[in-house]
């Protein structure tokens, strides 16, 4: 696809924030014909460095709350305050996916880029641990890397030039995911589907030279990536 708003961000500075295959033109693929009303309340989870959540912001016009554990949030303010955005538009929290720290029905919508594959593995996580902070009628979209088809009994050998089984198994295929999304009694399944983001994303991640990108180009040099991709989520709260 064409990525329009994601060309505004496509420079160096912003390339060294990138913690994965690029989340901007991932979240803009995600966001295509979305339903979340302009000023609505929407929380980032697993927001990083913050790069998205100023996505969301200047390209959607969300009041956004960048959640993420393992970022510093005194920085991703620093972040926030350095392109101009206001503690009314985004609020850096750190926050535990399983436990987050708001009120219930809280937010219009939640968004999650590259980071749900690590706290979304268990059919009650939505019910119990997302859903109550979500308003109802109030959408969540999601995306995530995975498998064309699962092959964890039989990992090709270009994949663990890379990864080891354990952090293989944070990939899954659309299969996986349908089933996993499926189990919740508070939302409805909008879709779950392969996304056409993957070889562009995956080489600007690539071109970086953060240490992680520097292990991950050995398993895609070596034809790893013809088993990867990435999946959309999109769900709406009953």
Not at 97 to 116: G, K
Request: charged share 25%; hydrophobic share 35%.
């Amino acid at each position: 696809m064409e990525y329009i708003r994601s060309k505004k961000y496509d420079t160096p500075a912003w390339h060294e924030k990138i913690m994965g295959p690029n989340p901007i033109k991932l979240e803009e693929e995600l966001l295509q014909d979305h339903k979340i009303s302009r000023g609505a309340i929407v929380m980032d989870l697993g927001s990083g460095k913050g790069l998205t959540s100023v996505f969301l912001v200047k390209e959607y016009g969300f009041s956004v709350y960048a959640a993420d554990l393992w970022s510093n949030p005194v920085e991703n303010r620093e972040f926030f305050d350095s392109v101009g955005l206001s503690k009314d538009q985004i609020t850096p929290i750190k926050a535990d996916a399983t436990n987050l720290p708001f009120s219930r029905e809280f937010f219009d919508a939640v968004i999650s880029t590259d980071s749900y594959n690590y706290f979304g593995r268990n059919s009650e996580y939505l019910d119990k641990c997302l859903l109550p902070f979500v308003k109802p009628g109030g959408y969540i979209y999601i995306a995530i890397p995975g498998m064309k088809k699962d092959c964890h009994e039989a990992l090709p050998t270009s994949l663990l030039l890379s990864w080891t089984p354990e952090q293989l198994d944070y990939m899954h295929d659309v299969e996986y995911w349908t089933n996993m999304v499926s189990h919740c009694q508070n939302a409805e399944v909008i879709s779950v589907y392969e996304m056409e983001s993957n070889e562009e994303v995956w080489a600007d991640w690539l071109a970086c030279e953060n240490e992680y990108a520097v292990q991950d180009r050995k398993a895609i040099e070596a034809g790893g990536g013809k088993y990867l991709n990435f999946i959309a989520i999109i769900l709406r709260k009953k």
